[in-house]
C-alpha cells in the first residue's frame, strides 16, 4: 500500500470515527478544512461500518424483546396516521362563463346557444350546491372548550406548578373526555418556548397502562404569556386518564421522556358536573 | 437480482409507498438487526429500548430515500440505525467510551447458534465483512471489532493491545478501507442484495 501524507491519514482517521461514533464540533471542523485541501471526493466508511454490523447482527440470534415490538408498531400506527393523507380531494371551484360581448361574440346558431345555456345553468347549480356546502366558520378553541366542559363524562384538574423556571408563574388547567377522547389544556403565565431550541410535551398517564409509558399527548408550543388554549393530541386510545405532565423536550418531542424537566403536573381531577 | 426486483421486494419502498402492511415484516426482518445493535452502543436496557424506538421513527421517516443501487437494504437500516444511535448516545451524554474495556471475546459463530434472519444472512454485504475480518491479520481484524464493535476509542484499543495508538489508527483505516473498496465492488457491479 502506497504511503499517504499525514493530513490524507487523518481525514480518514476523521471519516472511519464518523462512521463509527460520531464527531464533536472541533473534529467537524477538522474535517470540513482537510475536505477543502482534498478536492478529490473520499467515499465515507459508514457502508464499511454498517456491513460489519450485519455481519455480528447476523452471527447473533437477536430478537426484539415482544413488548418493545408492540410499542414500535403502537408508535408507527401514530406516525403514520400524523401524515396527512394525500390525494384529498378539494371540489374545484366552478367557473362561471364569461359574459359575451359584442366584439368577439358573433352570432351562434340555436344549437350553439342552448348548449352555452344548458352549461350555463348546469354550472350555476354546481355553484349554489358548492356555495350551500360550505361550512360555517368552526367553533374557536375557547367555544370548543366551553363545549367540552359542558359534556357529561368530562372532568378537569388544576395544574400543580413543579420546580422548574418555564412554570413559575404558571397557572390554569386540563380538561378531557375520556369517552370523547378529547380534551385541553389551559395555561396562563407559563414561559413562552423558542420552537427551534424546545417544546413542551404533554403525558397522559392512563390507569389501564403502565406509568413508565405515558401516552404522547402532544407537542406544543406556547406563544404567549397570557391565556393559551391548547387541544390534547392523544396518540393512543385513553381508558381513564389519571394524570397529565407537561415536560419540556427538544423540538419535535420525543418518544420516550426522561423527564429531565417537568413544570406541570395535573392530577386531582374532577367531574365538571356537566 | 434486478434493481426493478430489489426495489419491488424493499420493505422501505413499500411503505414509502403508504403500504402499511409493510411495517410489521420491516419490524420483524429489521428488529433484531437494530435491537442487536442498541444493545452495542447504549450504556443500560432502558436506553436501548429507548433508543430503539427512535431508529425505527427515524427509518419510517427515511423510508423513501432508500436507494436499491446504492447498498442492500439490510445495510441501509443499519447505517441508519448506528447514526440514530450516536445521535442518541451524544445526546445522553453516555457514549460508549466510558465504559470499561471488555473483556476479549471469541465471535467465532457457533455451530449451536439459531440461525440469524435471511435477510441478514443473505446479504452480501455482511458476507463479505465477515470473510475481510477472517482474512485480516489478526491485529487488524482485532482492532477493528473493539472499534466498531465494542466501542472502544482509539486510545483504549491501544492500551487494551498493548500497541502504540499509531498502529492501532492504521490497522483501522487499512482494514477499513479494504473493506470499503471491496464494498464499492459489489455495489458498482449491481451485486448489493
Redesign the interface.
Known sequence: ?SEQPISQ?RR??LL?QQ????LNANEKREMQELNRQFAEYE?S?????????????????????DP??H???D??DQ??SSIPTQGTEVPPRPVLPAKPTEDVAPRRNRRETWWMLATAASLLLAFVAWYSSIPSPPPSLSQKLDQLIATPGTVEAIWKAQDDPAATNASGKVVWNDQQQRGFMIFNGMEVNDPNVQQYQLWIFDTARNDELPVDGGVFDITSSGEVIVPIDAKLSIEKAKLFAVTVE?PGGV??S?RERLPLLADDLVDTGA | MSFEQKAQDSLLLQIANGQ?SA??EC??RY???????A??LTPTRSDA??A???V??SL?KSASRFDPGK?SE???V??V???RL??F????KK???ERDVPQQVD?E?EAA?????DA??T?E??????QL?RELPEDQSQA?RM???D?LSHSQIAESMGLPLGTV?TH???G??K??DR??TI?ESGGAR
Not at chain 2, 428488529?31 to 445493535?37: K, R
Not at chain 2, 448516545?89 to 445522553?92: A, E, S
Not at chain 2, 447458534?113 to 434472519?117: C, D, G, L, V
Open positions: 500500500m491519514e480518514d482517521d472511519i462512521a463509527v461514533c460520531g467515499p466508511f459508514e457502508l464499511a461500518v454498517a456491513a460489519l454490523d450485519l455481519a455480528y447482527a447476523s452471527d447473533q440470534a437477536s430478537q426484539l424483546p418493545l415490538r410499542i414500535i408498531l408508535e408507527a406516525f403514520f427538544r418518544v420516550r426522561d | 402499511k411495517v410489521a419490524v420483524d428488529g433484531g438487526l437494530v435491537w442487536s445493535l444493545q452495542r429500548e429507548d430503539v424506538q427512535e425505527f421513527i419510517w447498498a439490510p445495510t441501509f443499519a447505517m440505525a448506528r447514526r450516536i445521535d448516545q451524544r445526546r445522553h457514549f460508549s467510551v465471535r459463530p447458534r439459531p440461525s440469524p434472519s441478514l444472512a446479504c454485504e455482511a458476507a463479505q465483512a465477515a475480518l477493528i472499534s466498531v464493535y466501542g489508527k483501522i483505516r487499512r477499513l478501507g473493506l470499503r464494498l464499492s455495489t
